[in-house]
């Protein structure tokens, strides 16, 4: 669990109670927005590891970074991410549709939408958040950091700390890393080492509006979601 600064447990949103539905992508084009989370399950033998580890069904993150109307077609509109994963050969930051990542990922997708009062914040501070995650394109993917934000255990002992955690470095990037950072810029979340986050984490904050979409996979709920106050977030 994670903890406030004096080690008490961290204060929990009691009064949304999250729910979820299954929807295709197809019915939420109309409704996803720049600034939602896209959280990702993977099946993949490394996906297996970091559910394992952070014990949670989510093991990636994305950001909805802006939508393009295609001309002519404006019913269909064209949602773009931006995430630090690996993916058609290439890693690092990267700039994917959406519809093309959901319908080749190996796993569970959900769409967390942020709730009206984060929308509104997000919206205020939209310009520089994009602005930063455009500036993080082509960087290279963080592995070492990654490892890092998913093994908790030792971060307290004195000579194993250096092994698990991890200095906020953003000169590379992995997934909830990056989401992390932006959400700071966006003035959702305060005071963090986003180099600590993982994908649950960021699930776990109240900033989403309390209904939640899975777009892809087997029906799961993400366990805690939407239920930590970010104000006195540590990680």
Known sequence: MRTSQGG??????????ADFDFKPYQQLEQLIQPGDVIAFGGNSLFS?????????VVTHLALVLDTKTPYGNPQSPVHQIIESTCYGG?????INRLCERIATYDGSVWWLPLSEASRNTFELNKAECINFLRSQLYKPYDINQLFGSTVDATDTLPFFRYLSYNV????????SELVAAA???GKLIHNINASECTPIDIC????FHP???????PKTAISGFNTILPANFMV
């Open 8 to 17: 008490d447990a961290l204060p929990i949103q009691t009064d949304l109670v």
């Open 48 to 56: 297996r590891w970091a559910k394992l580890t952070t014990r949670s």
């Open 90 to 94: 290439n890693s690092g930051v990267m």
């Open 168 to 175: 906020e470095d953003f000169s590379q990037w992995f997934c």
């Open 183 to 185: 959400l700071g810029i």
């Open 204 to 207: 776990q904050l109240a900033i």
């Open 211 to 217: 209904r939640y979409t899975q777009i892809r996979g």
